[in-house]
Structure formats: structure tokens, C-alpha cells
């Protein structure tokens, strides 16, 4: 019964939530995860600017930039596609736009349509490369940076269809 009622709150979008914001390489930064949609699909990331991410320049350290990028499609995809499936980073860019002078935030999404796509893609047992694109944004919407993330999704070894 404990067992069952830890597993249920693990997946709890307030409770993934309060973990990431826990995990101290996006909180030392000053990384923030705003919002996690119930069906895992939409996640929002803010970033004040403040002296823990602030360059030599005043404004936000493209590091705190990419990490508030880093994570979120992949945590996304492996709650969304399930236990069947091997997913993992496979490559990123970050282009810089403007400097990011206030708070910023980011706002990632893997609709229905996209997760159906990987899955049938996936469905013959070879690797998928993905690539998702996401802006960093002022409050205004004037963009500060744009991130490339191409995630690597495969089935696993053992859901995988037997070949001949």
C-alpha cells in the first residue's frame, strides 16, 4: 500500500515539480520550474536575473540560459512515452538572441500529436532522433534565446518487435 501511494505522488505534477526545484545545479542558478501541466505536457521555467546568474556584462549568464532548457523535454518524454521506452539527450544549441535583462522564463511543450509521431516512429524497434525547439523569453515575449534540444528515443531492448 505504501509502496503504491509513493509511486502515485511521484508522478504528481506539484511534486515533480517541488523535486526539480529541489535539485541544486537548476537551484543554485536560480532556476525555477513555474509550472507543471497535469498531463506532463507543457512545463514553464522562470530565471530572474540576480547575482547568483548574472555575467560580467549584467545581464544572465548564458550557462543559467541553457540550463533552464536543459531537462525539461527529456523528464517530459519519459513520464509521457513510459517505462517501453529508452530516451536521452542526444544533442542541443543555444543561439543568443538579446541580452536577457529581467526575469526570463521558458516554456516547453510535447502536444499529442508529437508524442504519437515518436511513438509510431519508434514502433519498429529503431532509434528516433527528435528535435524540439523552445524560446527564452522576457515577461514581454521579446525573445532572449532559442534552444535546439534533439532527444534520442528508442523501445526498450525487451518491447522491442522481434526481427527476423
Do not use: C
Not at 539527450?89 to 543555444?94: A, L, R, W
Not at 524540439?132 to 523501445?155: N, P, Q
Amino acid at each position: 500500500m505504501l509502496k503504491k501511494l509513493l509511486q502515485d505522488i511521484k508522478y504528481k505534477p506539484q511534486v515533480v515539480r517541488m523535486l526539480i526545484n529541489m535539485y541544486s545545479p537548476l537551484r543554485g542558478a536560480g532556476i525555477k520550474v513555474h509550472q507543471v501541466s497535469p498531463s506532463f505536457d507543457r512545463i514553464e521555467v522562470h530565471l530572474p536575473l540576480t547575482r547568483k546568474n548574472k555575467n560580467v556584462m549584467g545581464t544572465q549568464f548564458g550557462g543559467s540560459l541553457y540550463a533552464m532548457a536543459d531537462p525539461f523535454y527529456m523528464l517530459m518524454l519519459i513520464r509521457r512515452l513510459g517505462h517501453k521506452y529508452v530516451v536521452w539527450d542526444q544533442g542541443s544549441n543555444i543561439q543568443f538572441i538579446a541580452p536577457g535583462t529581467s526575469l526570463v522564463k521558458g516554456v516547453y511543450q510535447v502536444d499529442d500529436q508529437t508524442l504519437d509521431e515518436i511513438k509510431r516512429k519508434a514502433a519498429s524497434g529503431e532509434k528516433v532522433l527528435h528535435t524540439f525547439e523552445a524560446d527564452i523569453t522576457h515577461e514581454d515575449g521579446s525573445v532572449v534565446a532559442r534552444v535546439t534540444k534533439v532527444l534520442y528515443i528508442r523501445l526498450k531492448k525487451q518491447h522491442r518487435p522481434i526481427s527476423n
